[in-house]
T-cell receptor, first 114, second 110 residues
Protein backbone atom coordinates (compact mmCIF):
# COMPACT_ATOMS: atom_id res chain seq x y z
CA UNK A 1 0.00 0.00 0.00
CA UNK A 2 1.43 3.38 -0.97
CA UNK A 3 2.17 5.81 1.84
CA UNK A 4 1.14 9.40 2.28
CA UNK A 5 2.46 11.59 -0.50
CA UNK A 6 2.97 15.33 -0.45
CA UNK A 7 3.72 17.70 -3.27
CA UNK A 8 5.77 19.65 -3.86
CA UNK A 9 8.61 18.55 -1.59
CA UNK A 10 10.35 21.90 -1.67
CA UNK A 11 9.05 25.38 -2.32
CA UNK A 12 10.52 28.87 -2.24
CA UNK A 13 8.16 31.82 -2.12
CA UNK A 14 8.37 35.54 -1.52
CA UNK A 15 6.68 37.44 1.30
CA UNK A 16 3.14 38.39 0.39
CA UNK A 17 2.61 35.55 -2.04
CA UNK A 18 0.31 32.63 -1.45
CA UNK A 19 1.02 28.93 -1.65
CA UNK A 20 -0.94 25.69 -2.00
CA UNK A 21 0.36 22.38 -0.73
CA UNK A 22 -1.11 19.02 -1.60
CA UNK A 23 -1.46 15.79 0.34
CA UNK A 24 -2.67 12.38 -0.84
CA UNK A 25 -3.54 10.05 2.04
CA UNK A 26 -3.08 6.32 2.22
CA UNK A 27 -5.74 4.57 0.20
CA UNK A 28 -8.83 4.07 2.34
CA UNK A 29 -7.88 6.73 4.87
CA UNK A 30 -10.47 9.45 5.14
CA UNK A 31 -8.92 11.73 7.70
CA UNK A 32 -6.13 14.15 6.85
CA UNK A 33 -4.40 16.39 9.36
CA UNK A 34 -1.87 19.11 8.74
CA UNK A 35 1.05 20.12 10.93
CA UNK A 36 3.70 22.81 10.88
CA UNK A 37 7.16 21.91 12.13
CA UNK A 38 9.78 24.54 12.98
CA UNK A 39 12.93 24.34 15.11
CA UNK A 40 11.56 26.93 17.52
CA UNK A 41 7.94 25.84 17.91
CA UNK A 42 8.22 22.14 17.19
CA UNK A 43 5.26 20.30 15.73
CA UNK A 44 2.03 22.25 15.77
CA UNK A 45 -1.40 21.06 14.72
CA UNK A 46 -3.05 23.11 12.00
CA UNK A 47 -6.33 21.34 11.21
CA UNK A 48 -7.99 18.04 10.45
CA UNK A 49 -10.33 17.19 7.61
CA UNK A 50 -12.67 14.26 7.41
CA UNK A 51 -15.27 13.63 4.73
CA UNK A 52 -14.51 17.00 3.12
CA UNK A 53 -15.27 18.91 6.33
CA UNK A 54 -12.89 20.59 8.71
CA UNK A 55 -13.35 18.82 12.04
CA UNK A 56 -10.65 20.31 14.23
CA UNK A 57 -8.53 23.42 14.08
CA UNK A 58 -5.38 24.52 15.86
CA UNK A 59 -4.39 28.05 16.84
CA UNK A 60 -3.30 29.46 13.52
CA UNK A 61 -4.44 32.67 11.82
CA UNK A 62 -7.04 32.65 9.09
CA UNK A 63 -4.29 32.93 6.47
CA UNK A 64 -3.96 29.18 6.86
CA UNK A 65 -6.81 27.30 5.27
CA UNK A 66 -7.45 23.94 3.78
CA UNK A 67 -9.89 21.74 2.04
CA UNK A 68 -10.49 18.10 1.31
CA UNK A 69 -11.83 16.56 -1.84
CA UNK A 70 -14.18 13.63 -2.29
CA UNK A 71 -11.22 11.30 -2.92
CA UNK A 72 -9.80 12.35 0.50
CA UNK A 73 -6.93 14.28 -1.05
CA UNK A 74 -6.33 17.51 0.80
CA UNK A 75 -4.82 20.87 0.06
CA UNK A 76 -3.53 23.50 2.41
CA UNK A 77 -3.33 27.14 1.42
CA UNK A 78 -1.35 29.90 3.05
CA UNK A 79 -2.07 33.42 1.88
CA UNK A 80 -0.01 36.57 2.35
CA UNK A 81 3.10 34.64 3.28
CA UNK A 82 5.30 35.88 6.10
CA UNK A 83 8.93 35.02 6.84
CA UNK A 84 7.75 33.12 9.92
CA UNK A 85 5.78 30.73 7.74
CA UNK A 86 9.01 29.09 6.67
CA UNK A 87 8.68 25.56 7.96
CA UNK A 88 8.24 21.91 7.16
CA UNK A 89 4.57 21.22 6.57
CA UNK A 90 3.54 17.67 7.28
CA UNK A 91 0.29 15.99 6.56
CA UNK A 92 -0.86 12.80 8.20
CA UNK A 93 -3.65 10.44 7.30
CA UNK A 94 -5.75 8.26 9.52
CA UNK A 95 -8.36 5.62 8.91
CA UNK A 96 -11.04 7.26 10.97
CA UNK A 97 -12.01 10.71 12.11
CA UNK A 98 -10.33 12.10 15.12
CA UNK A 99 -6.77 12.59 16.13
CA UNK A 100 -7.08 9.86 18.71
CA UNK A 101 -6.22 7.29 16.08
CA UNK A 102 -2.78 6.51 14.80
CA UNK A 103 -1.57 8.80 12.10
CA UNK A 104 0.73 8.11 9.18
CA UNK A 105 2.84 11.05 8.13
CA UNK A 106 3.98 12.07 4.69
CA UNK A 107 7.53 13.25 3.95
CA UNK A 108 6.52 16.91 4.20
CA UNK A 109 6.83 20.03 2.10
CA UNK A 110 9.72 22.31 2.99
CA UNK A 111 8.52 25.91 2.49
CA UNK A 112 11.01 28.75 2.49
CA UNK A 113 9.71 32.30 2.47
CA UNK A 114 12.19 35.00 1.45
CA UNK B 1 -1.05 23.61 26.39
CA UNK B 2 2.00 22.12 24.75
CA UNK B 3 3.12 19.17 26.87
CA UNK B 4 6.61 19.29 28.29
CA UNK B 5 8.99 16.44 27.69
CA UNK B 6 12.00 15.49 29.73
CA UNK B 7 14.83 15.05 29.31
CA UNK B 8 15.42 17.31 26.31
CA UNK B 9 18.26 15.11 25.16
CA UNK B 10 19.86 11.85 26.19
CA UNK B 11 22.83 9.82 24.98
CA UNK B 12 22.89 6.10 25.61
CA UNK B 13 25.19 3.22 24.86
CA UNK B 14 23.71 0.23 23.09
CA UNK B 15 21.94 -2.00 25.54
CA UNK B 16 21.17 0.71 28.07
CA UNK B 17 17.64 1.71 29.10
CA UNK B 18 15.96 5.10 28.85
CA UNK B 19 12.79 6.76 30.06
CA UNK B 20 11.20 9.76 28.37
CA UNK B 21 8.51 11.67 30.21
CA UNK B 22 5.64 13.75 28.89
CA UNK B 23 3.69 16.05 31.17
CA UNK B 24 0.61 18.15 30.49
CA UNK B 25 -1.08 20.86 32.52
CA UNK B 26 -4.49 19.83 31.12
CA UNK B 27 -6.60 16.74 31.57
CA UNK B 28 -5.85 14.27 28.83
CA UNK B 29 -7.87 11.76 26.87
CA UNK B 30 -5.02 10.14 25.02
CA UNK B 31 -1.29 10.25 24.60
CA UNK B 32 0.49 9.36 21.39
CA UNK B 33 4.17 8.60 20.92
CA UNK B 34 6.11 9.17 17.71
CA UNK B 35 9.73 8.89 16.67
CA UNK B 36 11.27 11.08 14.02
CA UNK B 37 14.67 10.53 12.49
CA UNK B 38 16.51 13.44 11.01
CA UNK B 39 15.08 14.43 7.66
CA UNK B 40 12.27 11.91 7.89
CA UNK B 41 8.59 11.99 8.80
CA UNK B 42 7.45 11.04 12.31
CA UNK B 43 6.64 7.36 12.73
CA UNK B 44 3.79 6.23 14.95
CA UNK B 45 4.82 4.15 17.98
CA UNK B 46 1.72 3.79 20.13
CA UNK B 47 -1.40 5.40 21.57
CA UNK B 48 -2.52 5.21 25.16
CA UNK B 49 -6.09 6.04 26.03
CA UNK B 50 -7.52 7.32 29.26
CA UNK B 51 -7.54 4.46 31.73
CA UNK B 52 -3.92 4.22 32.80
CA UNK B 53 -3.10 1.26 30.64
CA UNK B 54 0.39 0.34 29.70
CA UNK B 55 1.28 -0.65 26.19
CA UNK B 56 4.31 -1.99 24.52
CA UNK B 57 5.83 -3.93 21.75
CA UNK B 58 9.26 -5.43 21.53
CA UNK B 59 11.45 -3.41 23.88
CA UNK B 60 9.46 -0.15 23.78
CA UNK B 61 6.57 0.39 26.15
CA UNK B 62 4.66 3.28 27.65
CA UNK B 63 2.40 4.13 30.53
CA UNK B 64 -0.25 6.80 31.02
CA UNK B 65 -1.19 8.22 34.40
CA UNK B 66 -4.36 10.21 33.67
CA UNK B 67 -4.56 11.58 37.20
CA UNK B 68 -1.18 13.20 36.85
CA UNK B 69 -1.60 13.96 33.14
CA UNK B 70 1.69 12.23 32.53
CA UNK B 71 2.99 9.57 30.23
CA UNK B 72 6.33 7.82 30.13
CA UNK B 73 8.00 5.99 27.27
CA UNK B 74 10.35 3.18 28.25
CA UNK B 75 13.09 1.96 25.93
CA UNK B 76 14.92 -1.09 27.16
CA UNK B 77 18.13 -2.61 25.82
CA UNK B 78 18.42 0.26 23.35
CA UNK B 79 19.57 -0.35 19.81
CA UNK B 80 21.28 2.00 17.37
CA UNK B 81 18.02 2.17 15.43
CA UNK B 82 16.31 3.82 18.40
CA UNK B 83 18.15 7.07 17.75
CA UNK B 84 15.91 9.97 16.82
CA UNK B 85 13.65 12.58 18.32
CA UNK B 86 10.73 11.28 20.31
CA UNK B 87 7.54 13.29 20.50
CA UNK B 88 4.52 12.78 22.65
CA UNK B 89 1.22 14.05 21.34
CA UNK B 90 -1.63 14.77 23.70
CA UNK B 91 -5.33 14.94 23.06
CA UNK B 92 -7.20 16.95 25.64
CA UNK B 93 -10.09 15.49 27.58
CA UNK B 94 -12.22 18.52 26.69
CA UNK B 95 -12.30 17.84 23.01
CA UNK B 96 -10.30 17.35 19.88
CA UNK B 97 -7.37 19.58 20.68
CA UNK B 98 -4.05 17.94 19.92
CA UNK B 99 -0.60 19.17 20.94
CA UNK B 100 2.81 17.71 20.31
CA UNK B 101 5.42 17.83 23.04
CA UNK B 102 8.70 19.67 22.95
CA UNK B 103 10.60 16.58 21.81
CA UNK B 104 13.40 14.48 23.26
CA UNK B 105 16.53 13.82 21.24
CA UNK B 106 17.81 10.33 21.88
CA UNK B 107 21.18 9.16 20.57
CA UNK B 108 22.36 5.60 20.92
CA UNK B 109 26.08 5.05 20.46
CA UNK B 110 27.95 1.77 20.04
Amino acid sequence: KAGVTQTPRYLIKTRGQQVTLSCSPISGHRSVSWYQQTPGQGLQFLFEYFSETQRNKGNFPGRFSGRQFSNSRSEMNVSTLELGDSALYLCASSLRQGIKYEQYFGPGTRLTVT
Amino acid sequence: QQPVQSPQAVILREGEDAVINCSSSKALYSVHWYRQKHGEAPIFLMILLKGGEQKGHDKISASFNEKKQQSSLYLTASQLSYSGTYFCGTELDTGNQFYFGTGTSLTVIP
